[in-house]
């Protein structure tokens, strides 16, 4: 494990930005898309509505944050255990990570004005028997700074099973 934290060096296009998203990887990815008014939810494929003033793609390896800088234009900050990659900048010189299992909210609790979508085999609460055990479980893994022990950030990721 090789723990890279970078910034794309130029802001990209919407059609780089896809292309950087769905660049052949570790699958499967999961998106996560966010408007002002409303967010996708954890969904297995890139919507139609792409793009999103933000968002962030995750798979067991990486996490691809953007943000929206101007109209038609993005900030990427990639979070990676897979090591440097040419087209981004190095934030930070050594992390370390951390990986914990991550929940996510029950269908049936209200904690934002509409459920949080997320499918199902990600949920690390459900049993074997609901779900095939060979999907992989949302996790979290934490990007921490190996001078100052300190976490500057918390990815989205999956961990595959054993």
């Not at 059609?15 to 996708?40: A, C, D, G, I, M």
């Not at 990639?78 to 370390?96: C, D, I, M, Q, R």
Request: hydrophobic content about 30%; glycine content about 4%; overall charge neutral.
């Amino acid at each position: 494990m090789n723990p890279f934290v970078g910034v794309s060096e130029q802001l990209l296009t919407v059609e780089q930005l896809r292309e950087l998203l769905q660049q052949p990887s570790t699958q499967p990815n999961y998106y996560f898309l966010r408007w002002h008014h409303k967010v996708s939810g954890i969904v297995e494929q890139l919507p139609d509505e792409f793009p999103s003033p933000e968002g962030q793609m995750f798979n067991c390896d990486r996490e691809l944050r953007w943000k929206q800088q101007s109209p038609g234009y993005y900030t990427v900050l990639l979070l990676s255990n897979t090591g440097k990659e040419s087209a981004f900048t190095p934030v930070g010189e050594e992390w370390k990570t951390e990986q914990r299992a991550a929940y996510g909210y029950r269908r049936d609790e209200t904690r934002f004005p509409q459920a949080l979508v997320y499918p199902d085999s990600l949920d690390i609460r459900i049993s074997s028997e609901q779900t095939k055990t060979n999907k992989p479980k949302l996790a979290q893994r934490y990007f921490i700074d190996r001078k100052t022990s300190t976490v500057h950030f918390v990815a989205l990721t999956v961990e595959m099973p054993q």
